[in-house]
């Protein structure tokens, strides 16, 4: 089945510092990518996407490229700020699945210091 | 409204109550999924609707959970007989076209005693 592995948690890292948080998949079609993210009190929120092999999903900065021959997606940002902490969640949907439901990862949380 | 609301927030529940969860979904928005994320883990599916029919519910734990969504719009989950390993935070998502236009609710935080 559909699964999506990333690293644990927390991560703590001080203001300017590169950010990586690994995320691997499993899937039996043909997925989509996501990371969203989730401040404390509030929803989870997309952050980017990447629908097929090789392409890089970007925005705020946060850049993450959709690799099939490592099934990876991994997260990064060159310089991270205070308001990046957050808990981050890799995700896939399976084109194969009709009904476009998420398989999400555990979550990773991230602490900015300043 | 502008986002999926959900209400109540918080709810504390006693083992063996009732308890229902309310889903307003973004007016107009066909698709509506529930999420169950219980602490420290990531959001899992329960159930999909679109509009009113009740397509997926391969997720549900048990039959405790119920939900519908019977005019197409506002959605309920309902868990009966609740445990302790129900408490978690449940999400609600509605979207116009599949994964590109999900929009998740700040979900109802439920904690069984």
């Known amino acids: 089945g559909d699964s999506v592995t990333q690293m644990e948690g927390p991560v703590t890292l001080s203001e300017e510092a590169f950010l990586t948080i690994n995320c691997t998949y499993t899937?039996?079609?043909?997925?989509?990518l996501f990371w969203y993210v989730q401040y404390p009190g509030e929803g989870l929120q997309l952050l980017l996407k990447?629908?097929?092999?090789?392409d890089k999903g970007s925005n705020k900065g946060f850049e993450a490229t959709y690799r099939k021959e490592t099934t990876s997606f991994h997260l990064e940002k060159g310089s991270v700020q205070v308001s990046d902490s957050a808990v981050y969640f890799c995700?896939?949907?399976?084109?194969?699945?009709?009904?476009?439901?998420?398989?999400f990862g555990s979550g990773t949380k991230l602490n900015v210091k300043p | 409204g502008a986002g999926v609301s959900q209400s109540p927030r918080y709810k504390v529940a006693k083992r063996g109550q009732d308890v229902a969860l309310r889903c307003d979904p973004i007016?107009?928005?066909?698709?509506l999924f529930w999420y169950q994320q219980a602490l420290g883990q990531g959001p899992e599916f329960l159930t999909y609707?679109?509009?009113?029919?009740?397509?997926?519910k391969s997720g549900l734990p048990s039959d405790r959970f119920f939900a519908e969504r019977p005019e197409g719009s506002v959605s309920t989950l309902k868990i009966q007989r609740t445990q302790q390993e129900d408490s978690a935070v449940y999400l609600c998502?509605?979207?116009?076209?599949?994964?590109?236009?999900?929009?998740f609710g700040s979900g109802t935080r439920l904690t069984v005693v």
């Open positions: 998502a509605s979207s116009s076209q599949g994964v590109d236009g999900y929009t």
């Open positions: 899937a039996t079609g043909y997925p989509s």
């Open positions: 990447a629908t097929k092999a090789d």
């Open positions: 995700a896939l949907s399976d084109r194969g699945d009709n009904f476009n439901k998420f398989y």
């Open positions: 007016s107009g928005h066909v698709s």
């Open positions: 609707f679109q509009n009113e029919a009740q397509l997926d």
